[in-house]
């Protein structure tokens, strides 16, 4: 199989590139945009989102345990819903939801406008969502928490080599190195479909000369022939994210919002009931 041509950018300084729009902006077809939330909303923020979700999803949230953490599932299903809202130009309380062999939501084919792509992940009290059209697309975002363990769980999971690099790397980096793989893998496994039912060693990544991730193996039955594009980057403190993307995308296409509850869909929708 030929090896996957993976662009990989890395750049951990994007405070004065995120912004807060006053409405929904356009996507184009060579951009991705990438939205951040905070997950910790007021509870008429909440009370809004809520509004927005099916009853499948009021079932999903109902199985939390604790009440935070179905609080934190609302927002992020309700923001979610807000933005395809947007970008479809529907109702976001009309959109139906399928979901692949391993839980990815996508559109269902009923409403789908086929060439809408997203995805999203959540960690602790913030979440990260990913849209682009044509294009699959993996999002993930962790915390990161102290990991003394970041060796020992790294030969279990990852392969030979990246934990042999982990293990060469000086020990107070080894956490931010470790999270920057993980969120790096995910985000592949993600966009391809298969998440973490795969073994995060079925894609293998090294550091080139810049100590950026350049990918060296990978699965071949994972289908990753073409082109991709991996932006690992940090859109909070104390955070690791990353997104893949199956195609060639310039750095310069990557646009990076903020949501709020103020933002404006332009739909015949309003935010609050």
């Known amino acids: 199989m030929p090896k996957p041509s993976l662009i990989v950018t890395d750049n951990n300084n994007l405070d004065p590139v995120w912004h807060q729009p006053l409405q929904l902006p356009s996507l184009n077809s060579d951009q991705v945009h990438l939205w951040r939330a905070g997950l910790e909303r007021t509870e008429g923020e909440i009370e809004a989102l809520s509004t927005l979700l099916s009853a499948d999803e009021f079932e ?44 990815k939501p996508l559109l269902a084919q009923t409403q789908q406008d086929s060439i809408l792509q997203f995805n999203l992940s959540h960690s602790q009290e913030h979440v990260l969502l990913g849209f682009t059209l044509n294009h699959s697309i993996g999002v993930d975002l962790e915390y990161q928490r102290p990991m003394p363990d970041a060796l020992k769980i790294a030969r279990r999971f990852f392969s030979f080599g990246e934990s042999k690099m982990l293990e060469e790397t000086k020990i107070e980096q080894q956490a931010q190195l470790f999270f920057q793989l993980w969120t790096a893998k995910e985000a592949c496994l993600k966009a391809v479909g298969t998440g973490l039912a795969d073994s995060l060693a079925s894609v293998e990544f090294t550091l080139d000369h810049s100590n950026s991730l350049s990918l060296q193996t990978v699965r071949a039955d994972l289908g990753m022939t073409a082109d991709w594009s991996l932006f690992s980057f940090v859109p909070f403190s104390n955070y690791s994210a990353a997104i893949a993307i199956n195609a060639p995308i310039l750095k310069q296409n990557i646009n990076y919002w903020h949501w709020h509850s103020n933002l404006s869909i332009a739909v015949n929708h309003n935010f609050y009931p």
């Open 60 to 103: 999903r949230a109902n199985r939390f345990r604790f009440a935070q953490h179905r609080r934190r599932f609302i927002v992020a299903r309700g923001i979610l819903r807000h933005l395809l809202g947007g970008y479809l130009k529907t109702n976001p309380q009309s959109l139906i939801f399928a979901y692949g062999a391993q839980g």
